[in-house]
T-cell receptor, first 112, second 113 residues
Framework: GENVEQHPSTLSVQEGDSAVIKCTYSDSASNYFPWYKQELGKGPQLIIDIRSNVGEKKDQRIAVTLNKTAKHFSLHITETQPEDSAVYFCAASNNAGNMLTFGGGTRLMVKP | DTEVTQTPKHLVMGMTNKKSLKCEQHMGHRAMYWYKQKAKKPPELMFVYSYEKLSINESVPSRFSPECPNSSLLNLHLHALQPEDSALYLC?????FGGGWQYFGPGTRLTVT
């Protein structure tokens, strides 16, 4: 089955700096890679996703890149703000909405 | 409306109790999911319903019993739980199983005493 590794497990940055979270996956059949943000006491919220036919996708301060050859994908957050503080999970699936395999999560702390 | 609702928010139950968790969505999604999430861990899939039929049971103990009364509702019946079952239980839905990303509810924080 699919295995997703996520690094780092914790990340602390100053407000305004950039944050990068990296994930690797094992199953070359995976073609859908969502990123979820989970704030304390809440369920995961989808923030951005990318499909395997695209190398990069941006949405305001958030971008995701995908390297299919190397089987890794990354989340980039620019101009971080305190409200970006949360746990971020990457995931992989062989079809959008299908069974998701999650990475272990990254706790991002943005210091004012 | 892109909301998945779950009730109750918090639940404390004894090991001999019977209780139920409820999940509702009105997005017309035909796939619904139950996940279990322990502290500082990612969600773990428990069950998937597709078109109101159980599609996937990830070898979940029988003390957890899912039910899908209609396309908008998903229940999780709990009986004779163990303290290690204490966790955040998340419901999610997607347009179809294999079509569209999953929307998660806020979860029910379950404590088994």
């Amino acid at each position: 089955g699919e295995n997703v590794e996520q690094h780092p497990s914790t990340l602390s940055v100053q407000e305004g700096d950039s944050a990068v979270i990296k994930c690797t996956y094992s199953d070359s059949a995976s073609n859908y890679f969502p990123w979820y943000k989970q704030e304390l006491g809440k369920g995961p919220q989808l923030i951005i996703d990318i499909r395997s036919n695209v190398g990069e996708k941006k949405d305001q301060r958030i971008a995701v890149t995908l390297n299919k050859t190397a089987k890794h994908f990354s989340l980039h957050i620019t101009e971080t703000q305190p409200e970006d503080s949360a746990v971020y999970f990457c995931a992989a699936s062989n079809n959008a909405g299908n069974m998701l395999t999650f990475g272990g999560g990254t706790r991002l702390m943005v210091k004012p | 409306d892109t909301e998945v609702t779950q009730t109750p928010k918090h639940l404390v139950m004894g090991m001999t109790n019977k209780k139920s968790l409820k999940c509702e969505q009105h997005m017309g999604h035909r796939a619904m999911y139950w996940y279990k999430q322990k502290a500082k861990k990612p969600p773990e899939l428990m069950f998937v319903y597709s078109y109101e039929k159980l599609s996937i049971n990830e070898s979940v103990p029988s003390r957890f019993s899912p039910e899908c009364p209609n396309s908008s509702l998903l229940n999780l019946h709990l009986h004779a739980l163990q303290p290690e079952d204490s966790a955040l239980y998340l419901c999610a839905s997607s347009q179809d199983f294999g079509g569209g990303w999953q929307y998660f509810g806020p979860g029910t924080r379950l404590t088994v005493t």
